[in-house]
């Protein structure tokens, strides 16, 4: 059983810059893929970053490539998100998962943190 809750969502002007952070309970975090998905208002879910247990290895949708960071500290259990250059179209609600494999079909999910982008 992995517990997770966001941090560190926010309204802030486009060009702006935030950190989310997801703190992790369990002593197993450093087994799991960790990722960062989003949902606007109106519309689905989406993937934007995932780390591999090690860190040594990211993957970010093509929307955010350049801009966000995915990071990931197993010794404080807590994955990142570094958003730079930040978009209106950014704007949604931030979603941090743990999962043992990339199907996230038995995924861990946080509550979310929200993410608002003034123009």
């Known amino acids: 059983q992995v517990q997770l809750v966001e941090s560190g969502g926010g309204l802030v002007q486009a060009g702006g810059s935030l950190r989310l952070s997801c703190a992790a309970s369990?002593?197993?975090?450093?087994?799991?893929?960790m990722g960062w998905f989003r949902q606007a208002p109106g519309k689905e879910r989406e993937f934007v970053a995932v780390?591999?247990?090690?860190?040594?290895?990211?993957y970010y949708v093509d929307s955010v490539k350049g801009r966000f960071t995915i990071s990931r500290n197993n010794a404080k259990n807590t994955v990142y998100l570094q958003m730079n250059s930040l978009k209106p179209e950014d704007t949604a609600v931030y979603y941090c998962?743990?999962?043992?494999?990339?199907?996230?079909?038995?995924?861990?999910w946080g509550q979310g943190t929200q993410v608002t982008i003034s123009s």
């Open positions: 369990g002593r197993t975090f450093s087994s799991y893929i």
């Open positions: 998962a743990a999962s043992l494999d990339s199907s996230w079909s038995d995924a861990y």
């Open positions: 780390i591999n247990w090690s860190g040594g290895s990211t």
